[in-house]
């Protein structure tokens, strides 16, 4: 029997920028995991933001105020602060609209960090986050919250045949090409692309290449670091120079060197699961 392929990647730079980063993984309704972390260093820092298919909303918890952060599925590589003596709540959702953003298209959110506490769409769901003191009750009233908004979606036909092909993908570990597509789902590129666009914001080749990015990430994390040729060759990558090239593009840094920074700072111990 295949194993089913999960997408649970994180922006990295959140566990490797914090010594409290714990997740719990749900893996349902769109949502891949909670996480919380925070920033002791006694200064604000900046984190990369890696290209990411997936979106984050970040609960930014500091002097009793609460700010809250949707990220985007980031495109290109950016940058994200985190507050010294803040708090930080987050919610990893899947490739997929955040529907209860009403101001925003999809495609206006691509790339973006919104703040959600001054929408009049989600300025009560901020309300009630805020309340929150601790992980449980966050997750739990989250939950509740987000069970509103999709259920305003459930009849959405493109969006179901969005959820199915952007499941496919993830399958795939988005080593799939569009003509795949077409014959797995029996739609044409065009339409394909048009659901896509509409529901997300991008192609679906940019979702195929984000998502085989953070599966190619998520490896390296692992500390799966000992044969960067075979992981190369493993992600369809036409050789060495290739797979170097692309993810200097995506990070900055070659692989040798991000694998070094991951085991510096001992990226599998700060990720704590609860």
Known sequence: MQKEEKLISIQPYFVLGSDDFCQHILIENGISH?????NKSGQDITVPLLVDGCSNLIFEYKDNSLRTHLIGCTVEKRTFSVKKDAQYFGVRLQPSVTKFVKEYSPKEIIGNIIILDELESTKEFCKKMSEQ?????R??????????????DSDNTKANLFRQISDLIIQRKGIVKISELENLSGYS???????FENELGM??????????????????????MENLTSIASEYNFYDQAHFIHEFKEFTGKTPKEYANEVEKNKYIDKLKNI
């Open 34 to 38: 909670f996480f919380s972390f925070s």
């Open 133 to 137: 003191k601790d992980f449980d009750s």
């Open 139 to 152: 997750m739990k009233t989250f939950l509740e919250e987000y069970s509103k908004f999709q259920e305003e």
């Open 189 to 195: 590129s065009r339409y394909i692309n048009k659901i």
């Open 203 to 224: 192609s679906a080749k940019q979702l195929c290449n984000s998502v085989k990015f953070q599966f190619l990430l998520g490896d390296l994390n692992k500390g799966n």
